[in-house]
């Protein structure tokens, strides 16, 4: 089964694009052609990069080939939104201006139907991994993030490569449950905005939990170059209905 012909919007995360990673790529790009071209809104909902060194890195042909695809969506009508996650949180005006996006604050609220929605990446809310929580903390304040862009771009990226593999070894000797989202950091999120639903990210478990009647929805991360092949997103009707789909637009 496929989409309607125009979803109100529609949600992807964590494709974590990366040049050795062209199938992922390609799917992408398809999704982009194929679906997102046919609804009204695109929420890019963080980690679409696998990483993010600053928008003076536009001009790389791989990310102008990305940059390109997002504004093409733009330009054919649909309101295209980004969230930053955890991996490209230092996308900015620049970028969007290229893409033809509007940056968006988390927690972000939206409202179909009657349904109030809230969208978050999904790693803040994993508070049992206090390191990750102090080190989210220090890399989101402004200071810092001047500090760094006001580096060498050269020097930015062999940065966050040891960033990089210094979080493929932490992640090895920690408890997944810690890096999952907690109930009360969600429980906050749906309070605060009074949402009767929220999507979300980052943890790449992707499912449908109930939350004393509300409901969260975690989306998939993309993964076509390794197996098991992986991906989907969530589609957002005008009546307020939420349909989750996979790789080939089958309903979940």
């Known amino acids: 089964m496929t989409l309607p012909a125009r979803p109100f919007a529609l949600f992807i995360s964590d494709l974590h694009l990366q040049a050795s990673h062209p199938r992922t790529l390609e799917a992408f790009f398809g999704f982009l052609h194929r679906r997102a071209m046919h609804a009204e809104q695109l929420y890019l909902l963080g980690d679409i990069f696998e990483y993010w060194a600053g ?16 504004r093409a969506v733009s330009d054919a009508g649909v309101a295209v939104h980004w969230l ?19 940056l968006l604050q988390e927690p972000h609220l939206i409202q179909a139907g009657t349904r109030r929605i809230a969208l978050v990446h999904g790693d803040a809310q994993c508070t049992r991994d206090s390191a990750y929580m102090a080190f989210r903390a220090q890399v989101r304040a402004p200071a810092w993030q001047a500090h760094f862009l006001g580096m060498p771009l050269a020097q930015r990226k062999a940065i966050i490569a040891g960033l990089r593999e210094g979080s493929r070894e932490a992640q090895s000797g920690t408890a ?7 109930p009360q950091a969600v429980d906050d999120v749906f309070d605060q905005l009074g949402a009767s639903a929220i999507i979300h990210g980052h943890t790449h478990r992707p499912a449908v939990h109930q939350h004393g009647g509300r409901l969260r929805y975690v989306l998939p991360d993309w993964e076509l170059d390794q197996d098991p092949v992986r991906g989907g997103w969530i589609a957002l009707h005008a009546d307020g209905n939420i349909v989750r789909h996979d790789l080939d637009g089958n309903i979940l």
Do not use: H, Q
Not at 63 to 70: E, G, L, S, Y
Not at 84 to 93: E, H, M, Q, T
């Open 55 to 70: 928008d003076d890195d536009i001009a790389d042909p791989f990310n102008a080939r990305i940059v390109a695809a997002i």
């Open 84 to 102: 930053g996650g955890n991996r490209d949180f230092l996308v900015g005006p620049a970028f969007a201006d290229a893409a033809g996006l509007t």
């Open 176 to 182: 997944y449950e810690i890096m999952d989202v907690t």
